[in-house]
């Protein structure tokens, strides 16, 4: 009897410890949107056909006085957990778009959604504020989601994707092949574009089951008219493969890393 009130104790002050500390990286995290302390870096997209740009990707960093720049994957998760990613993720939006206006027309910016902005009723509106604020035009922003969006209350989910296909953005699924049943989502929602994750490019060329998907992605993307994106490519071997294979566009190390805003400007007007 003893014990398993000691126990409960003991799980008391962890489940106190752990709020404690969710609270703090709250607490840095609101600091770090109000100190503006967030930024975006942009990577190119590749024409594979015409090897120039056709679009940039917007990814977070997080520069902060104390621990300098710290990766998404360090503190979306908090931020996803906390809620923060709602405000975060219209700055981003904000961001974004007003960047994107001041690139030549034919560059499109990718922005990512994270799944916990879908569960917010504001979602549809933010991304129409960042459009009129910025006056980009809405063709030339693309959302970039994961299949874990569709994975929760798929019917909401779906005509929350067809209402933000309204304002007349694209709507591109992200990292594709690494969730549970990409196949179905891809006929239940009109994507105009799918970009294969990367680990099936980690291990290629040699690799004779990512060559086999990949392949296979490129068929069914060209089938069903979308455009096919591919990340994660570094190396020559690569990048003769995603060729070969048809894929429209590509992204990865071999032609950018992810740039601060003033450099990805410079290589846009100067193609590789
Ligand atoms: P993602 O959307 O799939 O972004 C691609 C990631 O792959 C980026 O990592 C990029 O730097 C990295 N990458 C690009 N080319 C290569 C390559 O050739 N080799 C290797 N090894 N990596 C490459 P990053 O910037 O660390 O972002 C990681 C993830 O964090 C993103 O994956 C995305 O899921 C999330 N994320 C980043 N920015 C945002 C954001 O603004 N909002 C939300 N909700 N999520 C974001
Ligand atoms: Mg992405
Ligand atoms: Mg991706
Ligand atoms: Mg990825």
């Known amino acids: 009897k003893s014990s398993g ?9 962890a489940m106190h410890a752990e709020l404690q500390a969710h609270q703090q990286v709250k607490i840095a995290l609101k600091g770090a949107l109000e100190r503006n302390e967030f930024e975006l870096h942009y990577q190119p997209l590749i024409s594979l056909k015409s090897r120039r740009v056709t679009g940039c990707e917007a990814l977070l960093r997080w520069r902060s006085p104390e621990r300098g720049m710290i990766a998404p994957s360090d503190f979306i998760p908090t931020a996803e957990e906390t809620g923060l990613i709602v405000p975060i993720g219209k700055w981003i939006l904000d961001q974004a778009c007003r960047q994107a206006a001041s690139w030549p027309e034919h560059i499109s910016i990718a922005v990512n959604l994270s ?20 006056r980009l035009d809405p063709a030339r922003l693309q959302l970039e989601i994961t299949e874990s969006v569709l994975l929760d209350e798929s019917e909401h989910n779906r005509q929350l994707l067809l209402e933000l296909r309204g304002l007349g953005v694209k709507i591109a699924m992200d990292d594709f092949g690494t969730g549970y049943s990409s196949l179905g989502y891809l006929r239940s929602f009109p ?12 291990d290629l060329p040699h690799g004779k089951e990512s060559l086999a998907i990949v392949r296979a992605v490129a068929g069914l993307g060209h089938s069903l ?35 601060p805003a003033s450099e990805v400007s410079k290589l846009i007007e100067n193609p590789l």
């Open 191 to 202: 994507f105009d574009k799918i970009k294969v994750d990367q680990a099936f490019v980690r």
């Open 115 to 134: 799944p916990v902005q879908f569960r917010h009723r504001n979602l549809v509106k933010a991304v129409a504020d960042a459009l009129s604020a910025s």
């Open 225 to 259: 008219g979308m455009t096919t994106t591919i990340e994660g490519i570094e190396t020559e071997d690569q990048l003769a493969i995603v060729n070969a294979e048809g894929f429209h566009e590509a992204q990865g190390y071999i032609f950018s890393r992810p740039l």
């Open 5 to 13: 009130r000691g126990t409960y104790k003991r799980f008391d002050a």
